[in-house]
């Protein structure tokens, strides 16, 4: 990777054995969207989650039910576990009890100043961060109505709601905070953490809120968190999708993986197919895609169906394919070492990647 | 949109009637997958993704039969079309004589100065614009070995084959020019713009190449041109995805419409969907997000489950949903219009989705 990317300074908090901040890897993370009182369907996504290379969970805490399924899940989760907690002081309390890793609260949402000392004290007695999170949906009155009357822009309004919530928990003497700014809008979203960052050195939990569906929410995250992680203001990132949580992780990882930010992932780099194709790539370049999810090293893979710009890219990858017209060279580091038929190209390229993967750590 | 865009000064080049650089609307554009020399398909595909908002296309011209058909799409094509050539200086008249409106063509790829010379002469007697094109896996030998040494970054050996292309139009007194450099990975792809940048004012077509198939491709376009579209440095771009360009260009204006850009989509927020969810969400965001597909205007469209931050984000939106447990309020401008209960909720808010199309300009 020619570009190196220069991070903001912040603090560090850990969450379980993640560290968040000063420094450390980006971790992506994700929320179940399980009931949390369903500690059986919970623990299976946290899984599934994990498998997929996911570095934190958070779990929606919204009822006594769910806080008492803390109790369960906590001890076999395989991932730090953050409890998402809005108004009730109680189920935070419960939360703490339940050994869970991290919070998310603001500490603006409880009954005041007496309920957010006992929450400090009782987070602080732990080691348990708390993440205050922003959201454009749930701002206060008071600055919604500043960003009405043209005082405030969104973004500004939603810096000024963080500030807030930093100073109630820094009132009681606690500092093991993150933050998250999140709005809707890619550009909001962005102008919010560029305000904050120079007022107030806690990391950074980024990512785009209700980024919407499918390929619209993809985009709306890639870019949100892109252009944040190029500016070195990601410390921590969740992809928020209307899908299943292990498509939010894929997302995220591919999300540092394209900032070249991951060790463990392969790349693939495939021809988008045009009028001087000659064969059918595009099966091969999607089985070769579902393939490469089960490989944990960072092959540089390519699927070529080009003679203008194939050989060239299949020769720059570490495992190489460039089809002509009903055949297909298959490259290892920069030689060719088949010539297969159109039928046999995927499995030929498929043996190669495991061999690759194998001889790895040998380059 | 809070943040407005600044974007580098350059120079104008038109392709039919839409205008490059200079100021002018980011472009969106893609390429057709078809033979160009079957006419029909070829048309078919332009259609559709005209249909999408798509503003140019671009046709692979590898062969005299591809040259030949341009003559029969060219006249019939709803968008100005751009023909992509290699090598020989014959297909590049072939496709001026048949009216195309743009050039894809690298002059070091031809033998020797007189062939470009013939070739900016009759592209410039017919107002036809040349887009140089640098890929990452055609760079010329001497510069990969340049790479090779250390000597240059990829990033930097893109940037002097630009110049070096950009050098062979200039010296032959062509200045209709746009220019490309395109890498897979998306630190080299942002890299070589930022280089080039302050070292031409020609316009700059910009994507990821090879991006690769589905989300990973998605990903990488998203971050890549996103970065450089916050940089202003975008004058007109195309996602490259090994999938339909139809899908190139919904993602290609999503990205756009990310970055506030767009005057005629709708936008959809809807929730993550997590442990508060009380309804079953995924498939109404999914099917409003394909029926915004069809509106031209552009609408604010919030589909929420969550009593956190539903209701705000569904009183932000122009028509918002915000569903309780077996209900949902609808939302119209910021006050609720009705209560529905959950299996009526979906038609609900189409219904008022559609009325708000159409009283869209009033407001």
């Not at 953050?82 to 998310?104: F, K, M, T």
């Not at 732990?126 to 454009?136: A, D």
Request: with cysteine.
């Amino acid at each position: 990777m020619a570009m190196t990317l220069s991070r903001r300074a912040t603090r560090r908090v850990c969450i379980g054995e993640i560290a968040v901040g000063g420094g450390a890897p980006i971790s992506v993370q994700t929320m179940t969207k399980t009931h949390t009182r369903d500690a059986a369907a919970t623990l299976a996504q946290i899984e599934a989650c994990a498998q997929l290379g996911c570095d934190l969970v958070r779990l929606a805490v919204p009822t006594a039910d769910d806080a008492r399924a803390l109790g369960e899940i906590v001890p076999r989760s395989p991932l730090p576990v953050i409890a998402d907690i809005h108004y009730d002081y109680r189920l935070a309390l419960a939360a703490l009890e339940a050994g869970v890793q991290g919070l998310r609260l603001n500490p603006g949402n409880l009954r005041g100043k007496e309920q957010i000392e006992l929450i400090a004290r009782e987070a602080g007695a732990r080691g348990v961060p708390i993440r205050v999170g922003v959201n454009v949906g749930s701002l206060p009155h008071e600055l919604r109505d500043r960003v009405k009357s043209g005082a405030l822009s969104v973004a500004e309004a939603m810096v000024e709601s963080a500030l807030g919530e930093i100073r109630l928990l820094e009132a009681v003497g606690f500092t093991q905070i993150k933050v998250s700014l999140k709005a809707s809008d890619v550009a909001t979203t962005i102008e919010a953490y560029r305000l904050l960052a120079p007022r107030c050195d806690y990391p950074f939990h980024v990512g785009v809120t209700e980024a919407g569906p499918d390929v619209r929410g993809v985009v709306k995250s890639a870019m949100g968190i892109g252009v944040l992680l190029f500016e070195g203001l990601v410390d921590t990132l969740r992809v928020s999708l209307t899908a299943d949580p292990t498509e939010e992780v894929r997302v995220g990882r591919l999300i540092l993986q394209a900032a070249g930010l991951t060790s463990d992932m392969p790349d693939l780099i495939s021809c988008p197919t045009c009028g001087r194709l000659e064969v059918d790539l595009r099966p091969v370049a999607a089985e070769v895609d579902r393939f490469l999810q089960r490989i944990r090293k960072p092959l540089k893979v390519a699927v070529m169906g080009c003679s203008v710009n194939g050989p060239g890219e299949a020769r720059e990858a570490d495992v190489g394919l460039a089809a002509g017209k009903g055949y297909a060279l298959i490259f290892r580091r920069g030689k060719v070492v088949r010539r297969v038929a159109e039928p046999e190209m995927l499995e030929a390229i498929k043996k190669e990647i495991v061999q690759e993967a194998e001889a790895g750590g040998e380059r």
